[in-house]
């Protein structure tokens, strides 16, 4: 379960706390878009996490549709396409075009490797159907909670894109201002 903790210091915490998006007119537009950037990394790495569950979540049906079926090829050896045919499938959800990379894919990875032993994982003919059933379950599980926050993270993504966006519409910012300050950043970058 992906815990959001009322003050705490991690990214979700604050881009979830409910005055993380208060008095959003009040701030300046490089505050409130800093605060975007920051919300849309977490989105990054709560879509990052969720691949590498749905990536489990299908090997572990597989495993279980070999197995009803019969079929006496492994697993291991269908592993490419297992796991390419959720990549060129429909999209799912409300996955954004997103530019950045996760941030901490390795912490994701041991985590969606300590909800089941992934050493399991690694024979997954040999487990018992209980265990595979189980392990299904718990990538579900937490397939689920990493889903509900990513959709909370993009509420909040949404406010303060629509925060933006209305400075832009009323005239009290305009991409004349943005584009300077991109500038800027990058003759600071140069120079040092």
């Known amino acids: 379960m992906i815990e959001v903790r009322?003050?705490?210091r991690r990214r979700i915490d604050r881009v979830l706390s409910p005055e993380y998006v208060e008095?959003?007119?009040g701030l300046d537009l490089v505050e409130v878009r800093a605060r975007r950037d920051d919300a849309a990394q977490e989105e990054t790495d709560l879509s990052y996490l969720r691949r590498l569950l749905h990536g489990r979540i299908d090997i572990v049906r597989a495993e279980q549709?070999?197995?009803a079926t019969g079929e006496s090829t492994s697993v291991?050896?269908?592993l490419a396409v297992i796991l390419a045919d959720n990549a060129v499938g429909p999209a799912m959800g409300s996955g954004r075009?997103?530019?950045?990379e996760p941030s901490r894919a390795e912490a994701h990875r041991r985590h969606v490797e300590a909800l089941v032993s992934d050493a399991d994982l690694s024979d997954v003919g040999s487990?018992?159907?209980e265990r595979l059933a189980l392990a299904l379950q718990t990538y579900q599980r937490e397939e689920a909670s990493v889903s509900q926050r990513r959709r909370e993270v993009q509420k909040v993504m949404d406010l303060l894109n629509d925060e933006i966006g209305g400075r832009y519409r009323a005239g009290s910012a305009s991409v004349d201002d943005l584009l300077a300050a991109e500038r800027g950043?990058?003759?600071e970058g140069e120079s040092r």
Do not use: E, I, N, W
């Open 6 to 8: 009322p003050g705490g």
């Open 23 to 25: 008095g959003l007119a």
């Open 185 to 187: 950043k990058r003759s």
């Open 97 to 100: 075009y997103q530019t950045m």
């Open 127 to 129: 487990l018992p159907d």
């Open 76 to 78: 291991v050896d269908q």
């Open 65 to 67: 549709r070999r197995r």
